[in-house]
């Protein structure tokens, strides 16, 4: 050999004894555990995980060299890149950083003792998704990418130096054992700074030790990454040699292809075998040349010209930044602020939410946004955008913001509150360009098939509502919270109504279709579409052909309380008392008012004592009520039936007291159904004083059953279902004639010697389907959902 072989790698190093043997954390070794012992087939992701964590080590180092020069004096004669090697004899694959490196101290907590937020995540996770290769691939995304180097190895070696540690430490761990040692390298500080990952491959992974794989999957994994990264390839020769000159040295210029990064350490090996012709008398030998291939351009995207990217280029770099293989962009908005501050951006729309984001709290994504100066890499936790945005990824890199200040200082600026500002605009404007460039799709079209015959296919939603069912609760909590844009965020809602036939539309959209006198904007909330289709209120609009917005989500109404109106017009539950047509003769109905409320004020008396407790009060509709013959609404103050049971689910889960939530009711009579005026008839005179009544009993169960039914009609639960039950079977008793309610006396049939009959509860006269269980509001029975 007449150069030295390729680097040392720590293949065959043996731990030395007194080596600290530490235990892995209990959940990463539980995870350790499923890692190596799966089947996944998409075994690539360890190579863009080691790719990654090198390139953070990368950035790292640099943000440190620039805010903190003192420590980093002389480190930076080092150059930042990436190294890739592979040993298809020893069975191993090595990837070096010269990046931060990590000191004996942190090599231990991160590598195993203590353990990341979303090591639980990660199992939970691989769990539901049984043998799913993409659970897998998104192991970057809970923090614990490290470890999918056992998908391909059962035995992981990492070397490593810090610029805070003056000596360089090795970790390692085979198969996956609950523990790995720690000890300083025998070999020195052979790395400068940075970290050295050897691979000891499984069997069934040979194939990351061929050169043609590695160099097709690190290229892909490296495209976007801002430093050199480069692969070691090893080409072999056919050289003539001269007769004289027996062992002569090869030129050196014989370089491999594609060098591009090349930093002066190409090696070249002469093989032993000279070979002979017969014929010409010329001999040859063997020549293997070593080289590093650059594999990536290293240009920032988002420095590039638009029209010089190419979608997939876009997709390709929004798989670098959400850490995952399998969801795409949705769309994305790249562009260049200019002003006062300038600063380059590409923004993302997800497809999907990660994994580990939750509507509940709506923390913002892990690392969503990348601040950069001036290409360096600042950091990823400056939540650059609100809260409820916080799904949105992408970068920003201005040249405006100085290098050199710590992350403290930066998050304060001045120049990054205004970046912020424009951040919220441009993302707004970016979902708001979504929804008008998918206003056309979705549409059901009608095919033909090869016979001719006309097939409906499937109405598919259009990307943006596709888009909106995901992240609506985003939308409508930045509808809440952020009042500058209120306006625009508003105009990105979306509703099912009466007449949308299943359709999302927006408010633009309803107001298209309002009547020409409608000065209010009807709405009305219910656990789903298909409980409010039901409501009675709906009646006398769907009569009227006024449309109506299904308020679904729980956000919904505790939103539309804080806005109140849009473009003028104000929110109307159609649920409260309050709800007036304005297509109606004005006089006349007043007049109608004064003669319903004196005709049925005995009425109205008796109810409001008689609900004391459950209604707040009692009184002649103000409107039709169609069929129905009472109704219970919310006062004007009070809570609708669909608040009322989202705060009750609510109260019950946190154990609080749910009575509070009972009270503004309003019992609204129907004057022209005969029950009501049955009732009317048998209630007690209007009386002075406070006197009790003398009620028939049949009239006060009727004025009971009454009530529950104008609850149930409301959309409010029952408040004694028992008392309810016992006036049903009253009812039942009467109408079958009975004399009691007494059971039966328990039969006692002698012993047969046959088997059995099978008794067939099916056709036994009891149809399940006779029963409308649905107006029972069996959702408030599962308050604890
Ligand atoms: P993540 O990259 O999401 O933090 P990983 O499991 O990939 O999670 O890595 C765990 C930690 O190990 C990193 O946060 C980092 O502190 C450390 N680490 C991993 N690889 C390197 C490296 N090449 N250089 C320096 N530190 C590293
Ligand atoms: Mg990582």
């Not at 849009?566 to 109307?572: I, T």
């Not at 006269?765 to 599962?782: K, P, V, Y």
């Given at each position: 050999m007449l150069a030295q072989a390729a680097d040392d790698v720590a293949s065959t190093m043996v731990p030395p004894e007194g080596a600290e043997k530490y235990a892995f954390e209990a959940e990463v070794h539980r995870m350790m555990d499923i890692v190596v012992n799966s089947l996944y087939q998409n075994k690539d992701v360890f190579l863009r995980e080691l790719i990654s964590n090198a390139s953070d080590a990368l950035d790292k180092f640099r943000y440190l060299a620039l805010t903190e020069p003192d420590t980093y004096k002389g480190e930076e004669e080092i150059p930042l890149q990436v190294k890739i090697q592979y040993d298809a004899d020893e069975h191993t694959l090595t990837i070096r950083d010269t990046g931060v490196g990590m000191t004996h101290d942190e090599m231990v907590e991160n590598l195993g003792t203590v353990a990341r937020s979303g090591t639980t995540k990660f199992i939970q996770s691989l769990k539901e998704s049984g043998n799913d290769d993409s659970a897998m691939s998104q192991i970057g995304q809970f923090g614990v990418g490290f470890y999918s180097t056992f998908l391909v190895a059962d035995r992981v070696t990492v070397a490593s130096k810090n610029p805070r540690d003056d000596a360089q430490h090795v970790w390692e761990s085979e198969n996956a054992s609950s523990s790995f040692v720690v000890y300083p390298d025998p070999r020195g500080n052979t790395l400068g700074r940075g970290t050295e990952i050897t691979l000891h491959l499984k069997e069934d992974s040979l194939e990351y030790a061929d050169p043609n794989r590695l160099r097709e999957l690190a290229q892909h994994y490296s495209e976007f990454v801002m430093h050199p990264i480069s692969l070691r390839t090893t080409s072999t020769m056919e050289v003539e040699i001269e007769?004289?000159?027996?062992?002569a040295t090869p030129e050196t210029t014989e370089e491999a292809k594609e060098t591009k990064g090349d930093d002066g350490d190409d090696e070249i090996e002469v093989g032993d075998d000279e070979s002979e012709t017969e014929e010409k008398p010329k001999k040859t030998k063997e020549v293997t040349t070593h080289s590093w291939d650059v594999l990536n351009t290293n240009q920032a995207i988002w420095t590039r010209e638009k029209e010089d990217i190419s979608d997939d280029e876009y997709q390709a770099f929004w798989q670098v930044l959400a850490h995952e293989a399998t969801s795409n962009a949705t769309s994305w908005s790249h562009f260049n602020a200019e002003g006062n501050i300038n600063f380059k951006s590409i923004l993302y729309l997800p497809d999907d939410l990660p994994p580990t984001y939750s509507y509940t709290n709506m923390e913002p994504v892990q690392g969503a946004l990348r601040l950069y100066v001036r290409k360096v890499l600042i950091g990823d936790e400056f939540n650059l955008l609100p809260k409820y945005l916080g799904f949105i990824r992408g970068v920003v890199d201005s040249d405006d913001l100085p290098l050199n200040v710590n992350r403290e200082t930066l998050q304060e600026s001045k120049i990054l509150s205004v970046i912020k500002k424009k951040l919220v605009r441009k993302a707004i404007e970016m979902i708001r360009q979504l929804a008008k460039d998918s206003e056309d799709e979705g549409q059901s079209e009608a095919e033909i098939d090869e016979e001719g015959n006309v097939i409906e296919t499937e109405e598919k939603d259009s990307r943006y509502i596709a888009f909106y069912r995901k992240f609506s609760p985003n939308i409508k909590l930045g509808v809440v919270e952020d009042e500058p844009n209120r306006g625009k965020l508003m105009k990105l809602l979306r509703f099912q109504t009466s007449k949308s036939d299943g359709k999302m539309i927006s408010l633009a959209a309803y107001f298209d279709n309002m009547k020409e006198w409608q000065e209010e904007i009807y709405v009305l909330g219910g656990a789903s579409a298909e409980e409010i289709e039901k409501s009675p209120f709906l009646e006398t609009f769907r009569d009227k052909d006024v449309e109506v917005i299904y308020l679904?989500?729980?956000?919904d109404e505790y939103m539309l309380r804080q806005v109140r109106d849009h473009e003028k017009k104000k929110f109307v539950q159609i649920s409260s008392e309050s709800v007036k047509f304005k297509d109606e003769d004005e006089d006349l109905i007043k007049r109608r008012e004064k003669a319903y409320k004196n005709t049925f004020k005995p009425l109205t008396k008796w109810l409001r004592k008689l609900y004391t407790g459950s209604i707040l009060r009692v009184q002649v509709a103000r409107r039709s009520l169609g069929s129905v013959p009472a109704i219970v609404t919310s006062s004007d103050f009070g809570n609708s039936a669909n608040m009322e049971r989202i705060l009750r689910a609510q109260a019950f889960q946190h154990g609080m007291d749910q009575s509070s939530f009972l009270a503004l009711k309003v019992f609204e009579l129907n004057p022209r159904h005969p029950l009501v005026k049955k009732l009317l008839d048998g209630c007690p005179p209007e009386e002075e004083g406070d006197e009790p009544f003398e009620v028939a009993p049949d009239i006060l169960d009727a004025a009971w059953m009454l009530h529950d039914m104008a609850m149930l009609n409301g959309g409010f639960p029952i408040s004694d279902p028992e008392a309810h039950n016992q006036r049903l079977l009253k009812v039942l008793r009467a109408q079958f004639s009975l004399d009691s309610l007494d059971l039966e006396p328990e039969i006692d049939p002698p012993v047969e010697e046959d088997e059995a009959p099978e008794i067939d509860f099916t056709s036994d006269g009891i149809n399940m389907e006779d029963f409308d269980l649905d107006s029972l509001n069996l959702d408030d029975l599962d308050m604890g959902a």
């Amino acid at each position: 050999m007449l150069a030295q072989a390729a680097d040392d790698v720590a293949s065959t190093m043996v731990p030395p004894e007194g080596a600290e043997k530490y235990a892995f954390e209990a959940e990463v070794h539980r995870m350790m555990d499923i890692v190596v012992n799966s089947l996944y087939q998409n075994k690539d992701v360890f190579l863009r995980e080691l790719i990654s964590n090198a390139s953070d080590a990368l950035d790292k180092f640099r943000y440190l060299a620039l805010t903190e020069p003192d420590t980093y004096k002389g480190e930076e004669e080092i150059p930042l890149q990436v190294k890739i090697q592979y040993d298809a004899d020893e069975h191993t694959l090595t990837i070096r950083d010269t990046g931060v490196g990590m000191t004996h101290d942190e090599m231990v907590e991160n590598l195993g003792t203590v353990a990341r937020s979303g090591t639980t995540k990660f199992i939970q996770s691989l769990k539901e998704s049984g043998n799913d290769d993409s659970a897998m691939s998104q192991i970057g995304q809970f923090g614990v990418g490290f470890y999918s180097t056992f998908l391909v190895a059962d035995r992981v070696t990492v070397a490593s130096k810090n610029p805070r540690d003056d000596a360089q430490h090795v970790w390692e761990s085979e198969n996956a054992s609950s523990s790995f040692v720690v000890y300083p390298d025998p070999r020195g500080n052979t790395l400068g700074r940075g970290t050295e990952i050897t691979l000891h491959l499984k069997e069934d992974s040979l194939e990351y030790a061929d050169p043609n794989r590695l160099r097709e999957l690190a290229q892909h994994y490296s495209e976007f990454v801002m430093h050199p990264i480069s692969l070691r390839t090893t080409s072999t020769m056919e050289v003539e040699i001269e007769d004289e000159e027996e062992e002569a040295t090869p030129e050196t210029t014989e370089e491999a292809k594609e060098t591009k990064g090349d930093d002066g350490d190409d090696e070249i090996e002469v093989g032993d075998d000279e070979s002979e012709t017969e014929e010409k008398p010329k001999k040859t030998k063997e020549v293997t040349t070593h080289s590093w291939d650059v594999l990536n351009t290293n240009q920032a995207i988002w420095t590039r010209e638009k029209e010089d990217i190419s979608d997939d280029e876009y997709q390709a770099f929004w798989q670098v930044l959400a850490h995952e293989a399998t969801s795409n962009a949705t769309s994305w908005s790249h562009f260049n602020a200019e002003g006062n501050i300038n600063f380059k951006s590409i923004l993302y729309l997800p497809d999907d939410l990660p994994p580990t984001y939750s509507y509940t709290n709506m923390e913002p994504v892990q690392g969503a946004l990348r601040l950069y100066v001036r290409k360096v890499l600042i950091g990823d936790e400056f939540n650059l955008l609100p809260k409820y945005l916080g799904f949105i990824r992408g970068v920003v890199d201005s040249d405006d913001l100085p290098l050199n200040v710590n992350r403290e200082t930066l998050q304060e600026s001045k120049i990054l509150s205004v970046i912020k500002k424009k951040l919220v605009r441009k993302a707004i404007e970016m979902i708001r360009q979504l929804a008008k460039d998918s206003e056309d799709e979705g549409q059901s079209e009608a095919e033909i098939d090869e016979e001719g015959n006309v097939i409906e296919t499937e109405e598919k939603d259009s990307r943006y509502i596709a888009f909106y069912r995901k992240f609506s609760p985003n939308i409508k909590l930045g509808v809440v919270e952020d009042e500058p844009n209120r306006g625009k965020l508003m105009k990105l809602l979306r509703f099912q109504t009466s007449k949308s036939d299943g359709k999302m539309i927006s408010l633009a959209a309803y107001f298209d279709n309002m009547k020409e006198w409608q000065e209010e904007i009807y709405v009305l909330g219910g656990a789903s579409a298909e409980e409010i289709e039901k409501s009675p209120f709906l009646e006398t609009f769907r009569d009227k052909d006024v449309e109506v917005i299904y308020l679904t989500d729980s956000i919904d109404e505790y939103m539309l309380r804080q806005v109140r109106d849009h473009e003028k017009k104000k929110f109307v539950q159609i649920s409260s008392e309050s709800v007036k047509f304005k297509d109606e003769d004005e006089d006349l109905i007043k007049r109608r008012e004064k003669a319903y409320k004196n005709t049925f004020k005995p009425l109205t008396k008796w109810l409001r004592k008689l609900y004391t407790g459950s209604i707040l009060r009692v009184q002649v509709a103000r409107r039709s009520l169609g069929s129905v013959p009472a109704i219970v609404t919310s006062s004007d103050f009070g809570n609708s039936a669909n608040m009322e049971r989202i705060l009750r689910a609510q109260a019950f889960q946190h154990g609080m007291d749910q009575s509070s939530f009972l009270a503004l009711k309003v019992f609204e009579l129907n004057p022209r159904h005969p029950l009501v005026k049955k009732l009317l008839d048998g209630c007690p005179p209007e009386e002075e004083g406070d006197e009790p009544f003398e009620v028939a009993p049949d009239i006060l169960d009727a004025a009971w059953m009454l009530h529950d039914m104008a609850m149930l009609n409301g959309g409010f639960p029952i408040s004694d279902p028992e008392a309810h039950n016992q006036r049903l079977l009253k009812v039942l008793r009467a109408q079958f004639s009975l004399d009691s309610l007494d059971l039966e006396p328990e039969i006692d049939p002698p012993v047969e010697e046959d088997e059995a009959p099978e008794i067939d509860f099916t056709s036994d006269g009891i149809n399940m389907e006779d029963f409308d269980l649905d107006s029972l509001n069996l959702d408030d029975l599962d308050m604890g959902a």
